[in-house]
């Protein structure tokens, strides 16, 4: 089993920015994909950024250049540094980690941003 704890939440002001981590711990093994989604209220789940097979990185085009993805292998941490937030950046941030076609998911943490 796989298990991800997520931090790094909270309330900030528009521009502001947030840090996100993420560790996993359990029968990690090989990872194909770790990285981070969001659901706002009444939208669906939508990839934010992700670092697959441990190197190459994906954004949304809607935080290219705001946002950057990090992953530290020797703590199977993940890491999303967010920079010029938005209102519309406000959602749940849940951690996701890819392993052999079966997809683990964090609790979820709220990130708000206030005009």
């Known amino acids: 089993q796989v298990q991800l704890v997520e931090s790094g939440g909270g309330l900030v002001q528009a521009g502001g920015s947030l840090r996100l981590s993420c560790a996993a711990s359990?029968?990690?093994?090989?990872?194909?994909?770790m990285g981070w989604y969001r659901q706002a209220p009444g939208k669906q789940r939508e990839l934010v950024a992700r670092?697959?097979?441990?190197?190459?990185?994906d954004y949304a085009d809607s935080v290219k250049g705001r946002f950057t993805i990090s992953r530290d292998n020797a703590k199977n941490t993940v890491y999303l540094q967010m920079n010029s937030l938005k209102p519309e950046d406000t959602a749940v941030y849940y951690c996701?980690?890819?392993?052999?076609?079966?997809?683990?998911w964090g609790q979820g943490t709220q990130v708000t941003v206030s005009s």
């Open positions: 670092v697959v097979s441990g190197a190459r990185t």
């Open positions: 996701n980690l890819a392993r052999w076609g079966v997809n683990y």
């Open positions: 359990g029968s990690i093994g090989s990872i194909n994909a």
